[in-house]
């Protein structure tokens, strides 16, 4: 394990908290609670390994169709872990950043994102992207009416368009693009995941629930990314 190239961005799709709690005859709600308890000890694990930015799919635009209660109960750990994180970023030097349309959450929650955000700015130890509320091609369109209206306004004219300024506009602004995608409880879909910034990641696939995740797993993604050999469209 002292030999692995540590990859410098890591994004999870934390998937199957649902059936996780189903096989233990639990509500749903419960799987989201200890697929919290592995974020929080993913985030510690990520920071000891090295890797310098760990993104993870909280909650997608398309979750809102999901019950009343359901949603409900995931509103009460997004609040609880607003504050909670504060803690674990001081613990950890781990800086804190929220990717998705926020405006949409309670606005107790919204000011919870924000002063965790600026609390933790200063942190250099790993960058901890939480998607909220995200959704890539919701963030394409909202990037790209950003665009427009500058180009409205004259702030950019349609010949400087480059993929760099394509980037700037996104939510993920000035974070390297991720080098390992992991989605965890054996479903291979991307389900509205960083569509962009994805184009050349490795992806590693496990059928372990996102509540059963830990180390182990991580550190087995990451020995079966330091076998693949990455090409990026040239000839080896
Ligand atoms: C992932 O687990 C967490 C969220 C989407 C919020 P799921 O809730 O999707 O769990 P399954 O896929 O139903 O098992
Ligand atoms: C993707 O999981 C979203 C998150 C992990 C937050 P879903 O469980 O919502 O995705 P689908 O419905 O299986 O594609
Ligand atoms: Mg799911």
Not at 82 to 91: D, F, G, N, Q, S
């Amino acid at each position: 394990m002292d030999d692995l190239r540590i990859p410098a961005h890591v994004a999870i799709i934390m998937d199957g908290n649902g059936r996780w709690a189903k096989k233990r005859n639990l509500p749903r709600k419960m799987g989201h609670v200890e697929g919290c308890k592995v974020v929080e000890q993913t985030v510690e694990d990520a920071a000891r390994l090295g890797i310098q930015y760990l993104t993870v799919y909280a909650f997608s635009t398309e979750n809102w169709k999901r019950s009343k209660d359901e949603i409900s109960a995931l509103m009460q750990l997004f609040r609880y872990y607003t504050k909670r994180l504060l803690k674990i970023a001081a613990e950890n030097n781990v800086r804190v950043r929220m990717i998705g349309e926020r405006s949409r959450f309670p606005e107790d929650i919204v000011k919870g994102i924000n002063a965790l955000e600026s609390t933790t700015r200063g942190n250099t130890r790993m960058t901890f992207v939480i998607a909220v509320n995200y959704g890539s091609r919701d963030e394409i369109r909202r990037g790209m009416s950003r665009m427009m209206a500058d180009c409205r306004d004259g702030r950019v004219s349609p010949e400087e368009v480059t993929e760099e300024l394509i980037s700037s506009y996104l939510d993920t602004a000035g974070i390297p693009d991720p080098d390992l995608l992991i989605r965890t409880s054996g479903e291979e879909r991307l389900s509205n995941f960083l569509l962009w910034q994805l184009a050349y990641s490795e992806f590693y696939f496990s059928d372990v629930l996102w509540p059963d995740f830990s180390k182990e797993e991580l550190v087995k993604a990451i020995e079966v990314y330091n076998k693949r050999e990455r090409r990026f469209g040239d000839a080896k």
